[in-house]
């Protein structure tokens, strides 16, 4: 049996290297270029989204801690109510829709009603948090 020339073997270590440093290269540029195409993005809608689904929770997690008075509801239910203010300003391409606009308009209504008679135990807060995914989901059965 015959050894292959030391040389060859040498080469081949030479390119397996070459062939690495470009596959580190290639897959170092590809996160650069995904991370400068996703710092392009508008982050503002699904933040929007993101907040409201937060205070939704926050109230959910306010039953089934049984603190359900005004002071514990009411900055989460402001909170929302603000947020939805931003809805139209959130999604420009929808807000000439209206449809969009009336479930904007419908849930900024219901968090309106919630701000104004504030549910006073834990009953009520679950039926207000449940008005309001409502308007949400009717809203996302529509638009998402």
Known sequence: MSTPPSGSRSNATKY??????????????????????????????????????????????????????????LPNLKALRTMADDLESAFPDLADDKRFADHASHLRARLDSALASPPLNCAGVGTTNKDIGDACKACHQDFR
């Open 16 to 73: 397996l290297f070459l062939f690495l440093v470009g596959l580190v290269i290639g897959v170092v540029a590809t996160v650069m270029a995904v991370r400068a195409i996703q710092a392009r993005k508008d982050h503002f809608p699904e933040s929007v989204m993101h907040v409201q689904q937060w205070h939704l929770g926050q109230l959910k997690r306010k039953v089934e801690q049984n603190r359900c008075a005004a002071t514990d509801i």
